[in-house]
């Protein structure tokens, strides 16, 4: 589960983008968030604005301060968007969970940039999460310090793939494989070894990885 906004209605939030001019409607806050319109109608029902819609609207430029309690000004003296033009702003989350188990963003904020034609062409963007990897267990497809993006929708194991897990208040990656007794949680460095677990209901899932990337600098 991605942790909703504090203190911030799904209401708040669509008067405010109107009132700063930055929509006229609820299809454009779709468009704006790169979401279908069902996902947002999902999160107008519930009245609670996902923490992925914060980082992506900071991302366009928006201050957090305003968007959250309408203070000071809609976006710093000067700045402009950093992400537009067919370009989606994709949240990075705590690998860490906070202490009720639900997956937080890091702080200070970041984001994942990629073009919608391909967080589209793998599926719904709106599911799509960041993180960082800390530790090598997946080493050599995944190291220490790449960038992984995790479609959350995708929660039914396949074999061979690698998948992003809650576990020990943590988000930790495995490959998944089956074996003797049932799904087996695969370290392919061998680091931290690999984990039995008697079927799929075990697991508490967080998606699919999808995307990785190192940053060589």
């Excluded at 930055?22 to 996902?39: D, F, M, P, Y």
């Excluded at 201050?63 to 203070?71: K, V």
């Excluded at 995790?150 to 992003?164: E, N, Q």
């Amino acid at each position: 589960m991605i942790k909703s906004v504090s203190g911030l209605s799904y209401d708040e939030l669509e008067t405010r983008l109107k009132d700063g001019l930055v929509i006229a409607n609820q299809s454009e806050l779709a468009r704006l968030l790169g979401l279908g319109k069902a996902a947002v109608s999902w999160s107008k029902r519930r009245g609670t604005v996902p923490w992925t819609w914060l980082h992506r609207l900071e991302g366009l430029g928006l201050r957090r301060s305003w968007l959250i309690r309408g203070e000071g000004t809609m976006r710093d003296m000067g700045s402009t968007p950093v992400l537009g033009l067919g370009i989606l702003s994709i949240p990075v989350m705590a690998s860490k969970l906070d202490s009720a188990g639900d997956i937080v963003p890091v702080e200070p904020a970041d984001v994942v940039g990629c073009s919608v034609s391909w967080a589209r062409s793998r599926g719904n963007e709106g599911d799509l999460i960041g993180m960082r990897i800390s530790g090598n267990e997946m080493s050599p497809e995944v190291k220490d310090g790449n960038t992984v993006i995790i479609d959350t929708s995708k929660l039914t194991p396949d074999p061979g793939r690698i998948y992003a897990f809650k576990m020990y208040g943590h988000i930790v990656i495995r490959q998944v494989t089956l074996g003797s007794t049932g799904i087996r949680l695969v370290s392919l460095s061998g680091a931290g070894g690999d984990i039995e677990v008697g079927d799929t209901g075990a697991l508490d899932f967080v998606g699919k990885v999808i995307w990785s990337c190192r940053d060589h600098t």
